[in-house]
């Protein structure tokens, strides 16, 4: 959903809009600065107007807007161009429906719009709020805003102003599935007004179905990438699909240009999981991001999964187990085999609160977050070697205000392609996993870094220890309270989601 917080000057509403952004922690675009920086770009034809990208602000991270075409960035100074100049400039050229077209692809899913009321990059489910004053409030407010400059009088200027903005008037909104809401703010109180407009986007949030963006990184992946896209192209829920492409040298990428889905390529070939994810990522528009690697396949109703459950548990880190395969194309048949998260969850019990370390058990083969959260706090690119780049982003969204829940969800599941592994690859392997657990470890703490000495032994092929004896030593012996409370948990319905089991009650001690 996007909120577009409009209104003549002098009502506040780029304050208005800065703070509903940091509250609801989604991005905000100042709609005026894309136009002007659009306008003055001096673009030559729709082939670049399709290279347009635009990084909104995160204004709870203090990071500000960009807009690109390519590698270029563009600026503009503000003074230079108004924004009723520049979308005036922009509409009498004569490929402007592709420009605002790819200005409002450009846009994230979801985030606070600011300035000027523009139909054409508005879509249907869309929210305008419209912030409104007396003519002597807002002159009142223009004077004793220094960084405002005008000639005249300010009531002279907000009548001119005000002429301007009475288009939205005449926009037929509803014939374009846009919803208003009219906010007055006379005797303004920023806080007061910042919480209206708040909970207008919290119950719009709530009342409309969540998008969904994909991110697959693939490097040499065409023989598998190709028919996992394929398939969520054709996905009733269509998700935006971003892949990507870390220096393929089979045509991965060229062959994906040719469906609809989004392909970036990392800054540098060869740069590794984190920062292809990272550059996929920065594209990603969804309220839901779902991780998948290049090698796996959903099984049917993967996705309308996903979003269901997500809509039952808002915020929540959703963690889906895998079924290994040598064939993807031809899978085993019959029930699934339990992965080792499993088997270790059916010993402990599927509510993740009660784990010490339920991020060790999240793996971007099948892994979903809210989307507002992965573009905050995006992945390591230290991190560069095989393995725990996606247990460090696991555990930094645990601790993230408002995002600390994890959900193991069993009926989600992918087929993912098991590779056979070498003596040599796995030595390659060990070296880098334990490479990247001292940065854990030097990070998160001692807590975190006794877990990873223990599950180090997993991964080393001199030592070959079992996953869940590994865990033993991470967590305990499984408690009997769990076996109680949670029989067969994985076949329940409640436990599955795991939040609303009741709470387990321990034994005390003798």
């Not at 390659?428 to 001692?446: D, F, I, K, M, P």
Request: some cysteine.
């Amino acid at each position: 959903m996007r909120l577009h917080i409009v209104g003549p000057a002098g009502v506040g509403k780029s304050a208005v809009a800065w703070q509903t952004a940091q509250t609801l922690r989604i991005p905000m675009i100042s709609i005026g600065g894309v136009l002007r920086a659009v306008a003055g770009s001096g673009l030559h034809g729709p082939d670049e107007a399709s290279r347009l990208h635009i990084t909104p602000a995160f204004p709870h991270e203090h990071r500000p807007q960009r807009v690109h075409i390519g590698d270029q960035e563009l600026t503009l100074d503000e003074t230079n161009l108004c924004a009723e100049a520049a979308a005036a400039t922009l509409g009498r050229r004569p490929w402007a429906d592709v420009v605002f077209q790819r200005i409002a692809t450009a846009l994230p899913g979801n985030a606070v719009c600011e300035g000027r009321p523009c139909p054409r990059l508005m879509r249907p489910g869309d929210h305008v709020v419209r912030l409104t004053a007396s003519s002597e409030e807002r002159s009142r407010r223009l004077q004793q805003d220094k960084h405002r400059s005008f000639s005249g009088t300010p009531g002279a200027w907000l009548a001119v102003r005000d002429d301007r903005d009475a288009e939205l008037d005449a926009i037929a909104l509803h014939d374009l599935g846009v919803h208003y809401h009219h906010v007055q703010t006379d005797g303004w109180n920023r806080p007061r007004t910042v919480a209206v407009v708040v909970d207008l986007a919290r119950n719009a949030i709530a009342a409309r179905k969540p998008s969904v963006s994909v991110v697959i990184p693939a490097r040499d992946s065409a023989p598998t990438v190709i028919p996992l896209v394929q398939y969520l192209v054709r996905c009733p829920d269509r998700p935006q699909i971003v892949v990507a492409d870390d220096g393929s040298s089979d045509g991965t990428a060229e062959v994906l240009r040719r469906l609809p889905v989004t392909v970036v390529s990392t800054a540098e070939p060869h740069t590794g999981r984190s920062a292809a994810r990272n550059a996929a990522l920065a594209r990603t528009t969804g309220d839901i991001v779902v991780f998948l690697d290049a090698d796996v396949r959903p099984r049917p109703g993967f996705l309308s999964r996903a979003i269901r459950v997500h809509e039952q548990y808002p915020g929540a880190m959703v963690i889906g187990p895998r079924d290994h395969t040598t064939d993807l194309d031809d899978p085993p048949t019959g029930p699934p085999r339990l992965d080792s998260r499993e088997a270790l969850l059916d010993r402990y019990g599927y509510d993740l609160r009660l784990l010490r370390h339920p991020w060790l058990l999240a793996y971007t083969c099948n892994l979903s977050v809210p989307g507002a959260a992965a573009r905050e706090l995006r992945f390591d690119e230290s991190l560069r070697g095989w393995g725990l780049e996606d247990a460090d982003f696991a555990l930094r969204l645990s601790r993230a205000g408002g995002y600390g829940i994890a959900v193991f969800d069993s009926d989600r599941r992918v087929w993912h392609r098991k590779h056979a592994a070498t003596t040599r690859t796995e030595q390659r392997r060990y070296a880098e996993w334990s490479a990247n657990a001292q940065v854990l470890a030097r990070r998160h703490g001692t807590q975190v870094a006794a877990a990873l000495g223990e599950l180090a032994a997993v991964f080393d092929p001199r030592r070959r220890t079992g996953y869940l004896d590994a865990y033993r030593g991470i967590e305990g012996a499984p408690p009997d309270a769990h076996r109680r409370f949670l029989p067969r948990a994985r076949l329940a319905e409640a436990a599955r989601l795991n939040m609303d089991q009741p709470e387990p009650v321990f034994p005390e001690a003798a």
